[in-house]
């Protein structure tokens, strides 16, 4: 059976991108750009995500390219015979199911707040009666089991339309739609009075703010391990979640030019999203904190006092709905394709994922109210999954696709540089070789590090310091070794 492709090159950066927006754009970058010294935190952050984003993002788009195949198959079809990097499909699937089954709790959320707003249902509520909604909303397993399910039938339904009539088409139109909003919320907030506030706070460079906080104490270091973690985490990277992508695509433009303008799509909604926050926040005089509370908690009480607050924040909710279904959809589909690559039709790919990943959403809806007594050290059931995807496995999958692509025991550096640089565009750096094959490798493994010692109190650095010293050992070994031949 023929490869399915995109039809157009649009459709495969806006998907690629849509896949790469999810909601930790806008309730955690914003945040600590500001943080940090508005513009001077993002010249750090753009710094990362060029020497460890983007290289990475080539490697994932030229194993599927290359292979023709999702996580599936990608390694078996370009490994060296007896290897054994194809078990790492078990560790793809897995992320992006584990992925699922909380993010489609959370599009429903974007839905019932879409509709709550819309039709006026924080008009007049104080901060306490905005917190008591999220509470009531939380509260009730069926409701949210029932916005689960029109986000999880909604995004296999686009996708059981087939690639280019279905994803595709629809990607593209909902990534317009989101960058629209996003452009008429931007021109909304920042035309406020007292929005000036908000940008000079966000956008001018404030060196000292970038290493020092408010009493003195010095954050250099915390500021440059958040702009490596979000400039790793915000690409969705290691899972395979874009190596399908690259899967559908022709060799005639080069994978660093593609990877480059995903990458500052996704930036750019990242950074616009803070023009709608900032000033909006400022204006009114509320603290714009981070995560869940910035958007289910301070931003609906930003729109109330604002004239014609219940169409702004509908709108902004359903901006907040495109940019998590653009995600749903994309993972989905490199779900179905592993399915398909296995030997399954489409349609009972869709069927049986659909209906295990209906069942596998369960146990996150329901810690939120039924089972809300079971806890763990990373916290409620959610966030035990967003921990394992997040702080294992999308750092540990990264560095599988990183070595395999480097490592003379994988698919090996010349064959990755052949396939990155066919087509027109852009190339990938001959002379970064020893850093992606040294350099990179250490820093994947300090951020997966640093994620256990922050999140569960476990230095894993001693750990990673043997990895990385054994690695470099056996790598001088080969290198004598080869010398002396």
């Known amino acids: 059976m023929e490869r399915e492709k995109f039809s157009s090159r649009l459709g495969f950066i806006l998907i690629s991108a849509g896949c790469a927006i999810g909601l930790g754009n806008v309730w955690r970058f914003p945040y600590i750009v500001g943080k940090y010294g508005g513009a001077a935190f993002v010249l750090v952050y753009l710094l990362f995500l060029a020497i460890m984003g983007l290289p990475i993002m080539v490697m994932e788009f030229a194993v599927g390219r290359a292979s023709r195949k999702s996580a599936a198959l990608s390694f078996n079809v370009l490994e060296p015979k007896g290897s054994r990097w ?20 959370v599009g429903g959320w974007m839905l019932i707040y879409t509709c709550k707003m819309f039709m006026g249902e924080f008009q007049g509520l104080d901060a306490a009666g905005v917190n008591g909604v999220f509470g009531e909303m939380l509260s009730q397993p069926v409701t949210l089991t029932a916005w689960m399910l029109v986000v999880t039938l909604l995004g296999f339904g686009i ?27 931007t021109v909304r907030s920042v035309t406020l009075e007292g929005a000036a506030e908000g940008l000079r706070f966000y956008l001018v460079p404030n060196f000292h703010n970038l290493i020092y906080d408010g009493e003195g104490n010095m954050i250099l ?8 973690s979000q400039a790793f985490f915000t690409l969705s990277l290691g899972i395979g979640a874009l190596a399908i992508f690259g899967s559908y695509i022709d060799r005639d433009r080069s994978l660093a030019g593609e990877a480059l303008s995903v990458s500052l799509l ?3 909604v990242a950074l616009v999203a803070g023009l709608i926050i900032f000033p909006a926040c400022f204006a009114f005089d509320v603290n714009p904190g981070e995560g869940v509370g910035l958007v ?6 930003v729109f109330n006092q604002m004239p014609l607050g219940n169409l702004w924040g509908g709108l902004f909710f359903l901006f907040m709905s495109f940019a998590a279904l653009s995600t749903i ?10 399915a398909m690559d296995m030997g399954w039709t489409r349609k009972k790919a869709i069927a049986v994922n659909g209906a295990a990943l209906i069942v596998l959403s369960m146990p996150c809806i329901l810690g939120f109210n039924l089972w809300s007594g079971f806890t763990t050290p990373v916290g409620d059931i959610q966030g035990l999954e967003d921990f394992i995807v997040s702080n294992n496995l999308l750092p540990l999958g990264s560095l599988v696709y990183l070595l395999f692509c480097v490592s003379r025991g994988g698919w090996g550096w010349d064959a990755f540089l052949a396939e990155a640089d066919a087509g027109k565009g852009l190339g990938f750096p001959r002379w970064s070789r020893f850093y992606v094959t040294w350099i990179l490798p250490v820093i994947v493994l300090v951020i997966f590090a640093v994620g256990y010692r922050q999140k569960l109190g476990i230095n894993l650095l001693p750990v990673a310091a043997v990895l990385i010293g054994a690695a470099y050992g056996r790598g001088l ?7 002396k031949k």
């Open 86 to 105: 194809h078990w790492y499909r078990y560790g793809a699937m897995a992320g992006n199911y584990l992925l699922m089954m909380f993010y489609t709790t």
């Open 159 to 185: 996708c059981s339309l087939g690639l280019q009539k279905g994803v595709e088409r629809i990607t593209k139109w909902m990534m317009t739609c989101l960058l629209l909003l996003m452009l008429v919320l």
């Open 221 to 228: 270091g915390a500021a440059i391990y958040d702009a490596m």
């Open 266 to 268: 996704d930036t750019f």
């Open 296 to 301: 289910f908690l301070t931003l609906p009480n």
């Open 329 to 338: 959809i994309a993972v989905f589909e490199n779900i179905i394709a592993f």
């Open 477 to 483: 070994y080969r290198y004598r070794a080869g010398q």
